[in-house]
């Protein structure tokens, strides 16, 4: 009886799997989800190969390039449905996103996954998770702008988004570009810059808030 039961278990666990992994990278054949086509789709996947990223980590760059590949589409979509299934409220916040993902924002390129800005996400999500603090400020003291000294002979620019509470990607996404209590926005801002290119991104535990995850971007180098 135990194994029959383990069996099924394992049968269910492999065709969700399967399920999930279709869906995505698969177009969708339901309006408005079908009018995300397979080229664009692929494109956004731009982590599929990074080096030790998780699936939900992954997922975190594939809807971050998609809210940037076509922000309207995104809106009427993956913003769409997530707020419909959650039941979540739409606040000033949210009514202002779905209106710049509508009218402000126009597509722009993806962002490209690299390791050294993923070493410094990493550090910094395992540093505040364990401490259980909040913001860009390492345990011990350490400014954001001490943190990227290093890179500034290699980037341009760069910029921090720090999540907490949420370990699956696209509520991670949709929170950060809701940006709710943020009056600046500063994430949403973050996450459809153009002139941003690159990014690394790592979700792990919390003390406090059970889950925190970073992402770390830069601009090319002038």
């Known amino acids: 009886m135990t194994i029959k039961i383990y069996i099924m278990q394992k049968i269910f666990f492999l065709m969700s799997a399967s399920a999930l992994f279709f869906s995505f990278s698969k177009p969708a054949t339901d309006y408005p989800f079908d009018q995300w086509d397979a080229a664009t789709l692929e494109k956004a996947n731009s982590a599929k190969e990074a080096a030790g990223y998780t699936e939900e980590e992954k997922k975190v760059i594939y809807y971050t390039n998609l809210a940037r590949l076509n ?8 913003f769409q449905k997530y707020m419909d299934s959650t039941k ?26 690299k390791q050294d800005l993923t070493d410094e996400a990493i550090d910094h999500a395992k540093d505040s998770g364990k401490k259980g603090n909040l913001g860009h400020f390492t345990s011990d003291g350490k400014s ?36 709710e209590g943020q009056g600046t926005i500063e994430h949403r801002k973050t996450i ?13 535990s919390h003390k406090k808030e059970k889950w925190t995850c970073v992402m770390d971007f830069a601009s090319d180098k002038n």
Do not use: W
């Open 71 to 78: 922000p309207d589409l995104f809106g009427k979509t993956y």
């Open 88 to 113: 979540t409220k739409f606040t000033s916040f949210a009514n202002s996103l779905k209106n710049d993902l509508q009218i402000k924002y126009k597509p722009m390129e993806i962002l490209t996954v």
């Open 144 to 179: 954001y702008d001490f943190r990227m000294k290093k890179f500034k002979n290699v980037y341009g620019s760069t910029a921090e988004n720090c999540d907490y509470g949420h370990h699956t990607a696209l509520a991670i996404v949709i929170h950060l570009l809701i940006d």
């Open 192 to 204: 459809m810059d153009k002139n941003l290119k690159y990014i690394g991104v790592s979700i792990q």
